[in-house]
């Protein structure tokens, strides 16, 4: 779950950004998180509040789904269907975070809350969770092939055992220090292909404290501590 904590993480600064520019709306910011992941986004409503420190974001019905159509297409949130089917989501998803930090070139998050959580997972003979895909650059954008995803090479690899490598902490844009992340209420299904076994847990409460991350110094800057309760 950290792993997600970390995904969810980065969702969110963009989010942050986008909502410091005034795209406040739900379709405006799936539009731009669908032009930047390799999923179909789903937000019911946004919510930003400057005046308060830190500064406030938070999402409410909240899907990363598997891409299809309708995100490849661009296809507005009020003319789609509801997901049916999600990988990660949250009922609330509240980020506090100082913007002074991002103008001094290091992100500093007081708070990260997910309420609600859940996440449905494979993960593979080597460990690694097939929702990071959902982090990869998307092959079309607006009806057009992504030119930013045709300039990378295909990766060699085993195709009955694909990788999911996702985003890393070296891909963080810059420092980032999280004071507090907590999942409330959280269920994770996971199913593990070596052991073909499923791990199904709910009414997670799981919380992050402390999570520190340098993508110039991982050797010194790059863990948190963690605390599980279900």
Known sequence: MLGVALLVFLLLLAGLRL???SQTSPAA??????SLIDARVEIADTSLSLLRLPAQVRLSGFRLAGRDALANNAVPLRQRPPVQRWFIGADEVTLEASLW???TGRI????????????????????????????DEPGIVNGKPNPRKAAKPPEAGDPDEPSFAGP???????A??????LFEGSDLQA??????????LSGLRLEIDGLD????DLAHHNGGRLRLQG
């Open 19 to 21: 909502l410091v520019a």
């Open 29 to 34: 910011l799936a539009a731009r998180m669908e």
């Open 101 to 103: 930090s991002l103008l």
């Open 108 to 135: 500093l998050v007081e708070d990260l809350r997910l309420k609600g959580a859940t996440l449905d997972a494979v993960i593979n003979k080597k460990g690694q969770w097939n929702v990071t895909k959902l982090f």
């Open 168 to 174: 890393q902490a070296s891909d963080f844009p810059m």
């Open 176 to 181: 980032a220090e999280v004071k507090h992340v």
């Open 191 to 200: 199913f593990l292909k070596k052991k073909e076994t499923l791990v199904d």
């Open 213 to 216: 991350i340098d993508p110039t």
